[in-house]
């Protein structure tokens, strides 16, 4: 994922936060939300992963790299013109390091299909 790509700024997550929508599973919360400026750009992802995951910075740096990863791999059943926040919730980082890149790319997959495509 290029870094045009990534939500970085705390104005643009707050704005997903406040007016967007969002769905749920046990370890990962998707907020999605659409861009008026550029409806038919390439979607853009912002990482959020609280030490309530990890208090090691290390581990949560490795995870938010690992989902960038499995991002990258589900993009094209992404939607353009949408920024998204992605976060992780609390108990993701044992499953994540004992099943693997595999199993991230499923829990990924699992919420893009819970998120309506309108």
């Known amino acids: 994922m290029r870094r045009q790509h990534r939500l970085s700024r705390s104005r643009d997550f707050d704005a997903v936060y406040r007016s967007g929508r969002s769905v749920s599973t046990r370890y990962l919360t998707l907020h999605w939300f659409p861009r008026d400026d550029d409806p038919d750009g390439e979607p ?4 959020a992963v609280p030490k309530t995951v990890s208090p090691s910075a ?6 938010k790299r690992h989902l960038r990863t ?5 993009l094209d059943r992404t939607r353009p013109g949408l920024d998204y ?3 992780a919730r609390q108990g993701l980082a044992e499953p994540c390091e004992a099943r693997g890149h595999a199993w991230l790319v499923e829990q990924v997959s699992e919420i893009l299909d819970r998120a309506p495509t309108t």
């Open 44 to 47: 853009r992802l912002g990482l």
């Open 58 to 63: 290390v581990v949560r740096n490795t995870l």
């Open 70 to 74: 499995s991002w990258d791999e589900l």
């Open 85 to 87: 926040v992605l976060v």
